[in-house]
């Protein structure tokens, strides 16, 4: 090698981190890493959330499919719970429908990099390529843009990196609990499994695990329902501390729904306890004579609702329960109007359509709503 290029090397690889945790803290605590909080702050970046809150956020890095991903997203959307998958070229390249359903099913997905090299012997250039490669791919396997995390490969990083990234839109995204999972050939014990990351889980945990773990896909399902008992909560990256706008987690609601003494299959999510509804769907199931026109004007930024028109339904409405395991629920921007005056409805945007509070529904068209706990059956009219 030239003795340029060496130099080179050696002068991007200095200050290099190589990202790693101490866990004499005790159990249930957050450990140290080789960044404090604060610092990692200055670049937009974590390894983990508010450690006075019960709240885990679940990521998996993804280098390539051996059989185990679509075991993970089926305990995830049995559990309706988030997570974030860290994605390389690789896998996109050999599983672009797992690729598809991490987004349909609701979950985000993060840029590991093109191609996975250490990223602090790169040049910025060569970062920039690696990171805005990924995305373009990404986009083209699954018509979506890439989440806005990075997680660099190895846990490797300079500064320098960590500006790169924020400067191009990205909150670093390292973790606070992990465990030797990535080697397919020594996998951990059952038992091992849980009880070191039993023992490392705290609150506010960003949680690394590797989607190519076969332990990891066989205790998934009794790791988050252990955690779900210890009154932990799973929310997206999107709510980390500090960031902006953050969106609530939408779970799919378990309810069955009748209006008026029909059955209604509406579409609708649980966001802090109460059942949110398709406004479309609503409006759909209302009988004859008892419902509202809806109205989008994009220019003024309004949803106008008519009382006495009758509103047609349009394709894939009254769709019933979504089939995810959450979703990103976004306050909605544009203003409702009722019969031209401003209605203060509680709403929000999930996956571009309109969820309203169902009592705040019910009470446009005076309507009663009763809940039966034990069929989990919602009565409207």
Same mark, same amino acid.
């Given at each position: 090698?030239?003795?340029?290029?060496?130099?080179?090397?050696?002068? $991007?690889?200095?200050?290099?981190?190589?990202?790693?945790? +101490?866990? !004499?803290? !005790?159990?249930?605590?957050?450990?140290?890493?080789?960044?404090?909080?604060?610092?990692?702050?200055?670049?937009?970046?974590?390894?983990?959330?508010?450690? #006075?809150?019960?709240?885990?956020?679940?990521?998996?890095?993804?280098?390539?499919?051996?059989?185990?991903?679509?075991?993970?997203?089926?305990?995830?959307?049995?559990?309706?719970?988030? $997570?974030?998958?860290?994605?390389? !070229?690789?896998?996109?390249?050999?599983?672009?429908?797992?690729?598809?359903?991490?987004?349909?099913?609701?979950?985000?997905?993060?840029?590991?990099?093109? &191609?996975?090299?250490?990223?602090?012997?790169?040049?910025?250039?060569?970062?920039?390529? =690696?990171? #805005?490669?990924?995305?373009?791919?990404?986009?083209?396997?699954?018509?979506?843009?890439?989440?806005?995390?990075?997680?660099?490969?190895?846990?490797?990083?300079?500064?320098?990196?960590?500006?790169?990234?924020?400067?191009?839109?990205?909150?670093?995204?390292? +973790?606070?609990?992990?465990?030797?999972?990535?080697?397919?050939?020594?996998?951990?014990?059952?038992?091992?499994?849980?009880?070191?990351?039993?023992?490392?889980?705290?609150?506010?945990?960003?949680?690394?695990?590797?989607?190519?773990?076969?332990?990891?896909?066989?205790?998934?399902?009794?790791?988050?329902?252990? +955690?779900?008992?210890?009154?932990?909560?799973?929310?997206?990256?999107?709510?980390?501390? !500090?960031?902006?706008?953050?969106?609530?987690?939408?779970?799919?609601?378990?309810?069955?729904?009748?209006?008026?003494?029909?059955?209604?299959?509406?579409?609708?999510?649980?966001?802090?306890?109460?059942?949110?509804?398709?406004?479309?769907?609503?409006?759909?199931?209302?009988?004859?004579?008892?419902?509202? &026109?809806?109205?989008?004007?994009?220019?003024?930024?309004?949803?106008?609702?008519?009382?006495?028109?009758?509103?047609?339904?349009?394709?894939? =409405?009254?769709?019933?329960? $979504?089939?995810?395991?959450?979703?990103?629920?976004?306050?909605?921007?544009?203003?409702?109007?009722?019969?031209?005056?401003?209605?203060?409805?509680?709403?929000?945007?999930?996956?571009?359509?309109?969820?309203?509070?169902?009592? #705040?529904?019910? &009470?446009?068209?005076?309507?009663?709503?009763?809940?039966?706990?034990?069929?989990?059956?919602?009565?409207? &009219?």
């Amino acid at each position: 090698m030239c003795a340029v290029c060496a130099g080179a090397m050696l002068a $991007a690889a200095a200050g290099a981190t190589d990202w790693g945790l +101490w866990y !004499g803290n !005790g159990a249930g605590k957050p450990p140290s890493g080789e960044d404090s909080v604060q610092t990692l702050a200055q670049y937009g970046a974590y390894y983990m959330g508010d450690p #006075d809150s019960k709240t885990l956020y679940l990521t998996f890095d993804c280098g390539y499919e051996n059989g185990n991903t679509a075991k993970i997203l089926d305990v995830l959307k049995a559990h309706h719970v988030p $997570a974030a998958f860290f994605m390389v !070229g690789g896998f996109l390249d050999a599983a672009p429908a797992l690729a598809r359903r991490m987004g349909d099913e609701g979950h985000l997905v993060g840029n590991h990099t093109a &191609g996975h090299p250490n990223m602090t012997q790169v040049s910025k250039t060569r970062f920039t390529q =690696e990171l #805005d490669s990924l995305a373009a791919q990404y986009r083209q396997v699954t018509g979506r843009a890439i989440d806005p995390f990075y997680r660099p490969p190895e846990g490797s990083y300079t500064y320098d990196n960590l500006k790169w990234a924020q400067e191009m839109g990205y909150h670093t995204t390292l +973790w606070s609990v992990a465990y030797a999972d990535w080697d397919q050939d020594k996998q951990p014990t059952r038992a091992a499994a849980l009880q070191t990351l039993g023992s490392r889980v705290h609150p506010g945990a960003i949680i690394l695990l590797h989607a190519v773990s076969s332990t990891n896909a066989a205790i998934l399902d009794e790791l988050l329902t252990g +955690w779900e008992q210890q009154g932990y909560t799973f929310a997206y990256l999107t709510a980390l501390p !500090g960031l902006q706008d953050p969106p609530e987690t939408a779970k799919p609601s378990a309810c069955t729904f009748s209006v008026h003494g029909a059955a209604a299959p509406l579409t609708a999510y649980l966001i802090g306890g109460e059942n949110y509804v398709r406004l479309r769907d609503f409006a759909a199931a209302l009988p004859a004579g008892a419902g509202f &026109g809806i109205a989008y004007d994009p220019d003024t930024a309004t949803v106008e609702l008519t009382r006495g028109q009758v509103y047609t339904p349009g394709s894939g =409405e009254l769709s019933g329960p $979504a089939d995810v395991a959450a979703m990103p629920a976004y306050p909605a921007r544009q203003t409702i109007l009722l019969d031209g005056a401003s209605c203060a409805l509680h709403a929000y945007e999930i996956a571009g359509s309109h969820y309203v509070r169902l009592r #705040d529904l019910a &009470g446009l068209t005076g309507d009663a709503v009763a809940y039966d706990p034990a069929l989990q059956a919602v009565q409207i &009219g």
